[in-house]
């Protein structure tokens, strides 16, 4: 352990004199000097201090990291005995990583990644909502045209979670859960970040058209009568609900049904829960 713990301190050492060169020859302006220093002595007091005590042998990866940096645990991992055994060049990326990615808890020049997501929290997310992009399965992409005249493609939907319900006017349980969807659908329309989609398996337009209209449904509909668009998502019993995140992912497949109330609930939370 003893033998360790000086190979660890003559390594430091080294690292000090690579750093000091490395200084020397990059040019920067006095802050930026001043930061680069004062944060290699700290880390590398840190890690003397811990080796000294003869603790980074056994630290855990989260710990090991504050020792040697006050880094994140999402950060590079140098967990138990690999900590001690850091080789100069792996404690030199270590010091630039955490420089070049403003680790410091001042928030000074190197955290400006974190001031832009707290202004982007602040702005309700506007700008993490720009950079979705649909990565959904290839094969549960589908275009149709609904029953109020729009033009639906599932893979234009990034940004948006999609509910997608699966059905049939023959089935009591797809009847019965109708009320939750119609009561969803006006709650977040067709303009926001959520989309309430029906799809019609296998009937005429004419059939679901007359069903809307005896119920005073209004739900965005795309009659299936080919059933192609069952056959993507392999429907073997209805009603099917499956639910995609802004990405395009499925984070939801269910067959059957809770009944309207329950079923309103359920989707209600999973709804809120990936907006």
Not at 49 to 59: D, K, N, R, S
Not at 97 to 115: F, I
């Amino acid at each position: 352990m003893l033998g360790k713990i000086f190979k660890f301190i003559k390594g430091i050492l080294i690292v000090l004199g690579v750093l000091f060169v490395i200084i020397m020859l990059i040019p920067l302006d006095d802050e930026s000097e001043t930061a680069v220093a004062e944060t290699a002595a700290e880390t590398v007091t840190e890690m003397k201090g811990e080796a000294a005590a003869g603790t980074i042998a056994g630290m855990t990866g989260v710990q090991a990291d504050a020792a040697a940096s006050g880094e994140s645990a999402a950060g590079p991992d140098y967990s138990g005995s690999a900590t001690a055994q850091m080789s100069p060049e792996e404690a030199l990326a270590l010091i630039t990583h955490n420089y070049q990615h403003g680790s410091s808890a001042s928030g000074g020049a190197g955290g400006g990644g974190s001031q832009a997501g707290n202004e982007a929290a602040a702005q309700g997310g506007s700008a993490a909502a720009q950079s979705y992009t649909w990565q959904g399965n290839p094969a549960y992409d589908f275009s149709a045209v609904t029953l109020q005249g729009e033009k639906f493609r599932l893979s234009e939907q990034a940004g948006k979670v999609v509910l997608l319900n699966l059905w049939a006017t023959w089935c009591p349980p797809c009847v019965g859960e109708m009320p939750a969807l119609q009561k969803l659908y006006e709650e977040y329309g067709t303009d926001g970040d959520v989309r309430i989609v029906l799809v019609n398996c296998g009937e005429s337009k004419s059939t679901v058209q007359k069903f809307m209209s005896d119920n005073g449904y209004s739900m965005t509909m795309i009659c299936d009568t080919d059933e192609s668009i069952s056959e993507r998502f392999d429907v073997q019993s209805i009603p099917r609900t499956i639910v995609f995140d802004k990405n395009g992912k499925v984070q939801d497949d269910f067959a059957g049904a809770y009944g309207a109330d329950q079923q309103y609930i359920e989707d209600k939370k999973l709804i809120e829960a990936l907006r």
